[in-house]
């Protein structure tokens, strides 16, 4: 299962804050053991909505940033390989402390689709299309 693992952004992060050494030696040491247990498929920081935009295809509108951080703003992610939801959760409750100001982080967890779930709908090329485009991804990400 994959899991995109969002954490929710502060007002220090929307206002292009930055960590310190010592909160980004303690996430390379988790995200280094995420990637020895074989879960960490990626991940980043994002910068603040500020530098970003959003569009709306029906409108044709692009409005540019900064948003209202109405608690659904996200200011990192990791893509995860896990077994299951509750292994997702696992790991991250041995995530270091996110935020040095005291704020307390909220994380969501969210499995990603798999062509499995959409059952009978799925054809065998729609499939073979499928992984044919994911072999295509891996090969321009080793790059």
């Known amino acids: 299962m994959k899991v995109m693992v969002l954490l929710k952004a502060t007002k220090e992060t929307e206002a292009g804050i930055l960590p310190s050494l010592e909160l980004l030696t ?3 040491r988790f995200n280094d053991e ?3 247990a074989g879960v960490m498929l990626g991940g980043d920081g994002l910068k603040p909505t500020s530098a ?3 569009v709306r295809l029906a409108a044709g509108s692009v409005t540019k940033g900064p948003f209202e951080n109405n608690g659904e703003i996200i200011c990192g992610f990791w893509l995860w390989q896990v077994k299951s939801l509750d292994e997702a959760i696992d ?5 270091p402390a996110p935020f040095e100001d005291g704020n307390d982080a909220e994380i969501e967890l969210r ?3 798999e062509v499995e779930d959409f059952g ?3 054809t065998p090329e729609m499939k073979a299309q499928e992984e044919a485009f994911r072999q ?3 090969k321009l990400a080793g790059q």
């Open 136 to 138: 295509r991804v891996a």
């Open 120 to 122: 009978d709908i799925v």
């Open 111 to 113: 499995p990603l689709y």
């Open 34 to 36: 995420l990637l020895e």
């Open 52 to 54: 970003g935009a959003r």
């Open 26 to 28: 303690a996430m390379n």
């Open 91 to 95: 790991w991250i409750k041995r995530c």
